[in-house]
């Protein structure tokens, strides 16, 4: 059966679905389940055009993935046509197991199981459904396809994945820092003994694509409002549970949402998966919405907080926070508010963020020369990342609900 859908895309223009399997994945609930989670969680209070989807990250970085498949072979690349579709499966599912919020709330609903592990039992779910015709795209996902650099475009330091968010986030947050010139660096990838490279003259891309990465890491992503938004709703979801294992009824409901909550899985299996893509943003948001007017003091001010966008103040800084100051504003607060120094707590309370320009001991990214030397982008000399290339920026922060 032929297929032959175009879907308008704000960032990439127009994207073409004419591969009937691809088109059945993509109108899988699964995956359209995508369209309900917010690509950048809570983001969207600080950045209000923010408000893009999973299902909108997924279906560009597809786009990428057909582009870049397309200049690797203009070079000579061999890839069969079973090859690319496996690969444009696996790049399109690479997200689908990421839960309401995404990366926010990824330990609270399934313990000891991140995002990718969860993709990876949905992709093997979504096989065993269509008689085994994603068992190259799991290959590929997984790393155990002969063809490395067919993973390296799904997850590497120079995958899909970065380029498509970086530049949709950059996008609609309207941070221009972000942009990157996604097209100059899929024409400069190339192949070289089975891995992936860029090609000497793409190197100041290069240098603009890490650099961007590391502004919007601090100006979005870790932006001390967007921090605090996230870390109230973490709060929010330990404070209902701390309840619940107190016996409080009334904080559970029969819903599915409340069920991973209070029972969280540990090894999923298809019932699982069935409850767990069930569920999006709205879930979360509608126990909020339920609770703010609940009993519990702390529980209450919380959602209150994040709901109205009252949040709770934090403040960057690069030293550890020191103890006392964390100890003296819970007892401050905690005799404003009438409550426990324990349950003064969920209110204040410190953690950190760090942040890598270049990780060489991860994925690395190959610069192959013109004679056919290959170098690590942090062996090149650079003004402007070489000194700092790889050296971990980390801030400390505290979180505090402001007595008046």
């Known amino acids: 059966m032929a297929v032959r859908k175009i879907i308008n895309d704000p960032v990439h223009g127009f994207i073409t679905i004419n591969d009937p399997l691809i088109y059945q994945i993509i ?14 969680a809570m983001s969207y209070l600080v950045y209000p055009g923010a408000v893009h989807s999973r299902l909108h990250h997924a279906l560009g970085a597809y786009h990428l993935m057909h582009n870049a498949l397309y200049e690797l072979k203009q070079k000579g690349v061999v890839i069969s046509a079973e090859e690319e579709q496996a690969a444009k499966i696996a790049i399109l599912l690479h997200d689908v197991g990421h839960g ?97 490279m860029v090609e000497e003259k793409g190197i100041y891309t290069i240098e603009e694509f890490l650099v961007s990465r590391r502004l919007m890491y601090w100006q979005v992503y870790q932006h001390k409002t967007v921090l605090s938004a996230e870390m109230t709703l973490v709060k929010i979801l330990e404070r209902a549970v701390h309840l619940h294992r107190r016996g409080d009824a009334s904080i559970a409901d029969q819903e599915p949402i409340s069920r991973l909550l209070f029972h969280p899985i540990t090894q999923p299996d298809r019932s699982h998966l069935d409850i767990f893509c069930s569920l999006d943003d709205s879930d979360v948001i509608s126990l909020i919405k339920r609770w703010k007017h609940h009993h519990d003091k702390v529980l209450s001010v919380l959602c209150n907080a994040l709901l109205d966008r009252r949040l709770l103040k934090l403040r960057l800084q ?57 170098r690590d982008i942090s062996q090149v000399d650079s003004p402007l990342i070489h000194q700092n290339l790889s050296v971990p920026v980390k801030k400390f922060y505290i979180c505090f609900h402001q007595v008046p």
């Open 27 to 40: 109108s899988h609930p699964w995956f359209q389940r995508l369209r309900r989670i917010n690509q950048m």
């Open 100 to 196: 309401p919020f995404s990366h926010a709330l990824e330990s609270l609903l399934v313990k000891n199981f991140g995002h990718e592990a969860l993709s990876l039992l949905i992709m093997q779910e979504l096989d065993k459904e269509l008689g085994g015709k994603l068992n190259m795209a799991i290959e590929i996902f997984r790393n155990t396809y002969p063809k490395r650099f067919l993973h390296q475009l799904i997850s590497g330091q120079l995958d899909v994945d970065r380029m498509d968010y970086l530049t949709r986030d950059s996008f609609f947050s309207g941070v221009i820092e972000g942009m990157i010139g996604c097209d100059r660096i899929l024409k400069m990838l190339t192949v070289h003994e089975g891995e992936l």
């Open 318 to 374: 690069n030293e550890p926070i020191a103890l006392e100051e964390v100890l003296e504003k819970r007892a401050v607060l905690a005799q404003y508010a009438g409550i426990t120094q324990e349950d003064a707590a969920y209110l204040v309370f410190t953690g950190g963020a760090e942040n890598s320009l270049y990780n060489p001991h991860n994925e690395r990214i190959h610069i192959l020369f013109k004679g056919g030397k290959v």
